[in-house]
């Protein structure tokens, strides 16, 4: 049996790229939850322990398999280790015999991908609908999302910069995800005196698929979403924001990643907007304008989890 090592040593960025969580997620984490307490250096930078990356390890592999943060956060790491073999043998344990495409599918989300892209390459919309739909059935909420729809539809991009698809398979692709990822936000019952949020994309910014994703993520944590769709000017952003007293606006930023106007629309959305109310931005190219979304304040997440955070924070904010 192997012994973990409690001395901290790791800085938080290590920490990150060995759990696979943010460090924006392990903060909030520390703070709501008391999900690691990691030592402090002289000059106030976290230091963890072998234990306690193991344990945001246990957590992020939990999360990812649907199970609620604030549920498990108190189960010790055996408990932690328990829930997480549970869940694989879920997954893995199949009958022995008669083993269909299908059944193989249901082990691995990856198998849906590769149907998926083949379905798109072929042009073939009802392959991709149903694949997608038995994945939706298969998979829970956070791996249909975080490890089918966001790789498929970044493999798609990336093929078609390449030249190796065309913008009619990027089209069909958006189409049919679009039809699914609405479908889902259907069946999520929220509350109309909950919180509220303003999804969308802004002024050329044409890829929605990101925000959809964003949307139905908000939505399945409890939050009121008005979703506008893609390709909003600022001031239509604001004036919905301020009319549903939205929390927050979510903005996708995908392509491309060097549109001055973009900056301009940016900069009127926080002077449009309420001082309380927070702009959120993620998407592949947000990064491409971090001087000016630090500049307005923004916050800028870079995947589902940290949203999901952000989104619990946000929650019990005043």
């Not at 800085?11 to 790229?17: D, G, P, W």
């Not at 002289?42 to 992020?60: C, F, G, V």
């Not at 390449?162 to 692709?173: F, N, P």
């Not at 189409?175 to 889902?184: M, Q």
Request: proline fraction near 5%; charge should be neutral.
């Amino acid at each position: 049996m192997s012994v973990v090592n409690t001395e901290p040593r790791h800085s938080i960025k290590v920490a990150a790229r060995k759990t696979g969580l943010s460090p924006h997620v392990i903060r909030i984490w520390e703070k709501r939850y008391k999900a690691v307490s990691p030592q402090r250096t002289p000059t106030n930078r976290r230091l963890y322990s072998d234990a306690d990356i193991e344990r945001l390890r246990l957590l992020q592999r939990a999360t990812q398999a649907g199970h609620s943060i604030g549920q498990i956060v108190g189960l010790s790491l055996e408990e932690l280790n328990e829930l997480v073999a549970a869940d694989n043998m879920s997954v893995t344990a199949q009958p022995t015999h008669a083993v269909t495409p299908q059944a193989t599918e249901r082990l691995l989300p990856e198998s849906y991908l590769d149907t998926c892209l083949d379905a798109i390459k072929r042009l073939d919309a009802k392959t991709l609908e149903s694949t997608l739909t038995r994945a939706a059935v298969a998979l829970s909420q956070p791996a249909l999302l975080e490890q089918l729809i966001i790789p498929l539809m970044q493999r798609v991009g990336d093929l078609w910069r390449g030249g190796l698809l065309k913008i009619a398979h990027e089209h069909l692709a958006s189409a049919i995800v679009r039809t699914v990822l609405g479908s889902l936000e259907e069946t999520l019952s929220v509350s109309q005196s909950g919180p509220s949020l303003v999804v969308t994309t802004p002024t050329g910014q044409f890829h929605e698929i990101g925000a959809l994703i964003a949307a139905v993520t908000a939505a399945s944590e409890g939050w009121r979403v008005i979703y506008l769709g893609p390709n909003l000017p600022a001031e239509e952003i604001a004036g919905a924001a301020q009319q549903s007293q939205a929390k927050a606006v979510l903005l996708s930023i995908v392509y491309p990643s060097d549109d001055p106007h973009l900056v301009n629309e940016l900069k009127k959305l926080r002077r449009y907007l309420a001082p309380e109310t927070d702009i959120v931005v993620g998407g592949r190219a947000a990064d491409a304008y971090n001087d000016t979304l630090r500049e307005i304040g923004a916050v800028i997440l870079h995947d589902m989890l940290s949203l999901r955070a952000y989104l619990e924070t946000l929650r019990s904010r005043r």
